[in-house]
């Protein structure tokens, strides 16, 4: 079965300094992996998505994450954090042939100035 | 333009009423998805319609009736529904089926009384 873990609840971080949120994936293929934000009730904003070729994938608002098949991770991060990045995060996995996107638990990010 | 809408954004009904969510979108997506969350938790997916038919049914209770007059829309009839089905219901859209990303609505805030 596929699976997605996000093994913090909360990252706390300093506006200017770099965030990484961290996301940890289990499937039986090639995965597709996937980056959600969420603000306070409101929908879930795409960021980004690996499907294959460069492990380091750049997405909006100057988020990237980092692809790596032997530690089977893929972890969001942004050089400089701002308080407008304080939202709720979402990794997915999906497979081809799968008809499901399966999210992870959420990661609250919480910049403070 | 990757817009997904939704109305009503907020719904307040009792256990007794019978009322309908919407869902639009103009992408020419042809896979389209219900989802309910709840606070501070994933998405839960309802059901999925590939091509305008029902693809996955993920077990929801027959109070929610899923149904999609066309490609561009997507409707969530609701009857004698349950205070535990208080949430925010979530409608997304895709090319096809994942791996594609899916692009969400703002979501409507459902409030059973």
């Known amino acids: 079965a596929q699976s997605v873990a996000q093994p913090e609840d909360q990252v706390n971080v300093a506006e200017g300094n770099p965030l990484t949120v961290k996301c940890t994936y289990s499937?039986?293929?090639?995965?597709?992996l996937f980056w959600y934000v969420q603000y306070p009730n409101r929908g879930l904003q795409f960021l980004l998505k690996?499907?294959?070729?460069?492990?380091l994938v750049k997405g909006s608002y100057g988020f990237e994450a980092e692809f790596n098949k032997s530690q089977t991770s893929f972890h969001l991060k942004k050089p400089s954090a701002l308080v407008s990045d304080s939202a709720l995060y979402f990794c997915?996995?999906?497979?081809?042939?799968?008809?499901?996107?399966?999210f992870g638990t959420g990661t609250r990010l919480l910049v403070s100035p | 333009d990757t817009e997904v809408t939704q109305t009503p954004k907020h719904l307040v009904m009792g256990m007794t009423n019978k009322k309908s969510l919407k869902c639009e979108q103009h992408?020419?997506?042809?896979?389209m998805y219900w989802y309910k969350q709840k606070a501070k938790k994933p998405p839960e997916l309802m059901f999925v319609?590939?091509?305008?038919?029902?693809?996955i049914n993920e077990s929801v209770p027959s109070r929610f009736s899923p149904e999609c007059p066309n490609s561009s829309l997507l409707n969530l009839h609701l009857h004698a529904l349950q205070p535990e089905d208080s949430a925010l219901y979530l409608c997304?859209?895709?090319?096809?089926?994942?791996?594609?990303?899916?692009?969400f609505g703002p979501g409507t805030r459902l409030t059973v009384l």
């Open positions: 690996y499907i294959t070729g460069d492990n």
């Open positions: 992408m020419g997506h042809r896979a």
């Open positions: 319609y590939s091509y305008e038919k029902l693809s």
């Open positions: 499937v039986s293929g090639n995965p597709y």
């Open positions: 997304a859209s895709s090319q096809v089926l994942p791996p594609d990303t899916q692009y």
């Open positions: 997915a996995v999906s497979l081809t042939g799968f008809q499901k996107l399966v």
